[in-house]
């Protein structure tokens, strides 16, 4: 597994905007831009980056229309990398690294929640502009012509998280946000939110109290309600005011169940239900049907997940309990009951739907997969849930894929009608390409190679030249 070990950790350099050559035909619906979110830079001279979630964002954006394909990319210009590149130092604590500073300067730090914008999660269209994310409160607005920083994305009100999630769930088009941030305290609080775009108006919905806070990087909404789960690697808050360790060392795995906790529209808790243990980082898709949420996660066995990505020493991926594992989850919301089973399909990561079809009944998942079951993700794979023996796969030799995204094809009538982008790392040739699959038959519809090499990213989005007003953009991946 050293091979994805070597993609994930790579380096990149910024690309202008460049024209790429288009071996066939592309769709000629196909029109729109594809942007994607990623560390990209981990080498520094006098600064060490623990973790591959520590590394500095780099934006990469490929434009679509007319059978032509242009890219280009930029290092977000947060402070975390300015600081990084120009004083060689981390002065804000990443996933995994802390800074060099004193042990009050530490505690100020944590109390105003002054946290990294190195924002390398996720991108999404928030209006005119695209907002940047990771898992702190300090998203920022970027450009979508040139992917330059254009302000820090703050609200009117006073809230202030120390966590906020980098998974939003998106709805009327773009115009809708539903978020959770976590606030530190001697009780801490879930607060779940929405914000509407056009107002920039952040709207409480529920406050949710507890002494110890789970780590969440995904939540689930259905049509009337939303769905948390609480993992059991949890932290205590009051430690890690005192701790000197990386923010992600401060939580603990410990003996608790997993808690699923079920809110309604009007922020009320109705139902919370237990689970064994599990840890996920990504939501695939949550639906209602006859008093019953089924709720479909990517789930581990544990948290040892996290420790698969830090850049020294680097662990074997093929250690079974990285295996990322399709589960759904039925919550009967009339007897209080909580059930699961695992469709008899491969690991599976960085999963993909129709987002036509989000909380809605559906049958197709994209993601990544591996050959031999393990986190070696070098294999796509189509998901019919309706019928498990019509999966498709796509795989060729020393090639890794990226998250792959769906895009609709326009008036389509079938959930699966449209194709499939996927960024492929190729080893053997030293570069990347654009894949391009027909979403139905998952056949190669055309690739596109890239300039160089480009690490394995994290997550992206298509946003078509006409989106319509009633689409929703389901973020499932992480």
């Not at 606030?183 to 919905?205: A, M, Q, W």
């Not at 890239?450 to 929703?472: E, K, M």
């Amino acid at each position: 597994m050293n091979h994805q070990h070597a993609v994930i950790f790579d380096d990149v350099s910024e690309t202008p905007k460049t024209k790429l050559n288009v071996e066939g035909e592309l769709p000629a619906w196909l029109s729109g831009d594809l942007i994607r979110n990623g560390p990209g830079l981990f080498n520094f001279s006098g600064v060490k980056l623990n973790h591959w979630f520590d590394g500095m964002a780099v934006i990469h954006k490929f434009s679509f229309g007319e059978n032509q394909v242009y890219y280009q990319s930029k290092f977000l210009q947060s402070r975390a990398y300015i600081s990084a590149i120009r004083e060689h130092k981390i002065v804000s604590s990443e996933f995994a690294t802390s800074p060099k500073q004193s042990f009050i300067r530490h505690i100020y730090d944590i109390l105003k929640g002054v946290l990294t914008d190195n924002n390398n999660v996720n991108i999404v269209k928030f209006g005119k502009y695209y907002l940047t994310m990771t898992e702190t409160d300090n998203h920022v607005l970027v450009d979508p012509e040139t992917l330059s920083i254009v302000r820090p994305h703050t609200y009117d009100d006073k809230i202030k998280f120390i966590i906020n999630l980098a998974h939003p769930i998106i709805e009327e088009g773009g115009n809708l946000f539903y978020n959770l941030g976590i606030k530190f305290g001697s009780t801490s609080r879930y607060i779940l939110y929405r914000t509407n775009v056009s107002t920039n108006n952040r709207e409480v919905i529920a406050k949710i109290p507890t002494k110890r806070p789970s780590y969440m990087h995904t939540f689930a909404k259905t049509e009337n309600f939303f769905i948390l789960y609480e993992n059991p690697l949890k932290v205590n808050p009051l430690k890690m005011l005192f701790s000197d360790k990386p923010f992600i060392k401060n939580y603990i795995w410990g003996d608790d169940p997993v808690n699923f906790i079920i809110v309604d529209k009007a922020g009320k808790i109705i139902r919370q239900f237990t689970h064994e243990q599990f840890f996920c980082f990504h939501m695939v898709n949550a639906y209602e049907y006859a008093s019953k949420i089924y709720l479909d996660l990517i789930v581990y066995p544990n948290a040892d997940i996290i420790k698969a990505f830090y850049l020294e020493p680097r662990v074997n991926l093929e250690d079974k309990n990285l295996v990322p594992l399709l589960r759904r989850f039925v919550l009967n919301l009339s007897d209080g009951s909580c059930s699961s089973y695992k469709p008899d399909v491969p690991g599976i990561e960085f999963p993909y739907i129709n987002g036509a079809y989000a909380q809605k009944l559906y049958n197709f998942i994209y993601a990544v997969s591996s050959r031999n079951n393990d986190f070696s993700l070098n294999t796509l794979i189509k998901i019919n849930l309706s019928d498990l023996n019509a999966n498709r796969l796509w795989q060729q030799d020393d090639c890794f894929p990226g998250e792959p995204v769906f895009v609709a094809k326009p008036d389509a009538t079938m959930e699966d009608e449209g194709v499939i982008i996927s960024v492929i790392a190729d080893l053997k040739n030293k570069l990347s390409f654009l894949l391009i699959l027909d979403a139905e038959s998952f056949n190669e519809i055309t690739r596109i190679n890239l300039p160089h090499l480009l690490p394995i990213g994290l997550h992206g989005s298509f946003y078509s030249d006409v989106i319509p007003a009633n689409t929703r953009v389901w973020k499932a991946g992480i």
